[in-house]
């Protein structure tokens, strides 16, 4: 009985023709150490086997392709050294072709970190066009071609750490090509914005004064929050003994000087020159920079941690006269000075590095308020082993004396996001808590640990007698009114706690002493005079953006190094956008959370029309190659 499923032997006219190109290309390069005969044979087969091809006779040109196989093994094997050479050859060639393109027209992106949660989250894969604003130049920071215009505030953008003041930006592309590591923040301002920081917002006018409106109401803003620091002392930059700068947005913006003759002295350089921090005035309206709180809105922001009623007693510098009882005290540092309150010695590393002291306050709270802070609560994401906790790195976990203690919670990978605890499974995918997970508790105790530890995950910065100073990267702010914490409001304008609160700020102010003032951390209000964004005070205060550069944030404000870090980017940088979130599945999948690029731009024709260009010439050759002979007749 005939077979019909069995498989053919006869090679097909597309393999027989890949077989002479092979062992012709062999032929020509051991043509000379070949006897006359052998030679003869070769040319035989060669030719018989081009016109069998030419000719589609696909029986005979397997035929003839077979005996050219055995003949060529015979007498054109390659060696070890040829072998590896090709190979080597080969895949540099396809390393090479797909750097470019990576470079140039679009590559796969996994996200590392959580500087840009939630909108990315660590292990996420994207798909990034290189082509959103221009066409960069390969192994190169810079472009062949740049459009401005293209480039959108609000949107997320790709840029190359080449030249940016980051630690350990060297890596490779393939493990071979030199290269930058490429960074992925929002982007804020463009060149020539000036941008102020009010109640997690932002606000902003362009390089022609006007306002700028692609912060309001648009959907991929609202879930976000914006602080203008990472810590009240920014970059430190150690000078001298006797001389610390202190950098915000990597400008220098306040240095304190150890004058033997005067003492410690505090200085903000304003308008191009250095000149003493008056804190003193700050609670009054001024219409210049005055103190280092000034800058881009610094005081209208707090770092905040929870104290139990012990850690309230025996921490220092808080007015506890007529304070209301509390299952917890939210305590606040706010109004950062370099003059008074005094700077400090660090009490923690004894690095002898200088740190920036603030005003201190502390909000009784409620078990309803501590509710609402569970409700809103993020944190890292963050490995549990053992009992203990620490935060989750793509490279290695690492635990320390400094790990904090989980107990009834199991080994693991967890995270925390709008009050919403999960699991983290293989390749990033998440799944819900049990609602009676350890981690969900409402005692004070659970919430004040996860709120503490925060971002940071460390245990030096719990509060207590040895670490005043070391706050969390935990903030809090006014907006219209109402008091805010995690990005939502936890005290609303008209909570009775809320109100006692800011009564009490405003009669201590009053009370306070002239050479120890106090500034009460109230709500100074937006930048709105008149019903429209006061444009002056945003000139005054606010942060401006060189020619050239632009502005970038981490949608995730408490862990993300970014332009508050390392300053502005040069528009060089710039290297694309992303286009997709390809994994994990999920209701984040798809387009991320950004203003959406336009899906035809000069750049991205010009690129894809040269690739497009290349497809057809490469396919057409091949076409053609079909229909010439491999050997030439007559030779």
């Known amino acids: 009985m005939l077979n019909v499923f069995k498989k053919s032997n006869t090679y097909s006219i597309s393999k027989s023709r890949t077989l002479m190109k092979h062992s012709y290309a062999m032929f020509k390069k051991r043509q000379k150490k070949l006897s006359p005969d052998t030679i003869a044979e070769f040319e035989k087969i060669y030719t018989s086997l081009d016109d069998a091809l030419l ?92 459009d401005p215009d293209l480039v959108q505030r609000t949107s997320v953008v790709i840029f190359s750490g ?124 001024h219409d210049q920079i005055i103190s280092y709180s000034d800058f881009y809105g610094i005081k209208n922001f707090a770092m905040a941690r929870l104290l139990d009623k012990k850690q309230l007693e025996i921490t220092q510098g808080i007015d506890t006269d007529n304070l209301e009882d509390g299952v917890l005290y939210l305590e606040l540092a706010h109004h950062p000075s370099l003059t008074y309150p005094q700077p400090l010695l660090d009490p923690i590393s004894q ?57 009834g919670v199991e080994d693991g990978t967890y995270e925390f996001y709008f009050g919403k605890g999960y699991t983290v499974g293989l390749g990033g995918i998440l799944s819900s808590l049990p609602e009676d997970n350890a981690l969900y508790s409402k005692s004070p105790e659970n919430i004040q640990k996860i709120y503490n530890l925060g971002i940071d995950l460390l245990t030096i910065k719990n509060p207590g007698i040895g670490n005043q100073n070391n706050f969390p990267h935990r903030y809090a702010y006014f907006r219209n009114g109402d008091f805010y914490l995690l990005g939502q409001p936890i005290l609303n304008k008209d909570d009775p706690v809320l109100k006692t609160f800011v009564e009490r700020e405003k009669v201590r102010a009053e009370s306070s002493l002239p050479r120890r003032p106090y500034i009460p951390f109230i709500d100074d209000g937006a930048p709105v005079k008149d019903g429209e964004l006061d444009v002056d005070f945003i000139k005054t205060f606010g942060v401006t953006v060189p020619e050239d550069h632009y502005l970038v944030l981490g949608d995730n404000h408490a862990m993300s190094a970014d332009s508050r870090y390392f300053g502005f980017v040069p528009r060089g940088n710039l290297e694309g956008a992303p286009s997709l979130i390809i994994w994990p599945p999920g209701e984040r999948w798809g387009f991320p959370l950004q203003k959406p690029y336009p899906v035809f731009t000069f750049p991205r024709l010009v690129v894809w029309s040269i690739f497009a260009v290349i497809a057809i010439v490469a396919f057409g050759y091949f076409q053609c190659s079909k229909k010439r002979r491999i050997f030439p007749k007559g030779r």
């Open 55 to 146: 000719a589609k006779d696909k029986e005979q040109a397997s035929k003839l392709a077979k005996e050219l196989e055995v003949l060529s093994n015979s007498h054109l094997k390659k060696n070890l050294f040829e072998y590896t050479f090709e190979l080597i050859i080969a895949l540099v060639l396809a390393l090479l072709i797909a750097t470019v393109v990576r470079q140039v027209w679009f590559e796969l992106y996994e996200i590392p970190t959580g500087s840009m949660r939630p909108t990315f989250e660590e292990q996420d894969r994207l798909t990034v066009t290189k082509t959103a604003f221009g066409i960069n130049i390969p192994f190169m920071t810079d472009h062949f071609y740049f």
């Open 162 to 285: 080449d030249g940016i003041d980051l630690p350990d930006t060297d890596g490779r592309y393939f493990w071979i090509f030199p290269a930058k590591k490429r960074y992925i923040k929002r982007l804020i301002g463009k060149p020539g914005d000036t941008l102020y920081f009010y109640g997690g917002k932002i606000y902003g006018i362009d390089k022609n004064g006007e306002v700028i409106t692609d912060f309001e109401n648009a959907p991929w803003m609202n879930h976000l929050e914006h602080i203008p620091f990472l810590s009240f002392e920014g970059r430190p930059q150690n000078i001298s003994q006797s001389e610390v700068i202190f950098k915000q947005m990597n400008n220098p913006v306040g240095r304190i000087i150890d004058k033997k003759y005067r003492g410690v002295v505090g200085q903000i350089f304003v308008d191009g020159k250095w000149v003493d921090d008056d804190p003193t005035a700050q609670d009054k309206p």
């Open 351 to 407: 690095r002898q590095q200088t740190i920036i002291n603030s005003q201190r306050t502390v909000i009784p709270l409620k078990q309803e308020h501590l509710d609402r802070i569970l409700e809103n609560m993020y944190t890292a994401r963050f490995v549990v082993k053992n009992n203990h906790a620490t935060r989750y790195s793509p490279d290695q976990v690492v635990f320390s004396r400094f790990s904090p203690r989980v107990t």
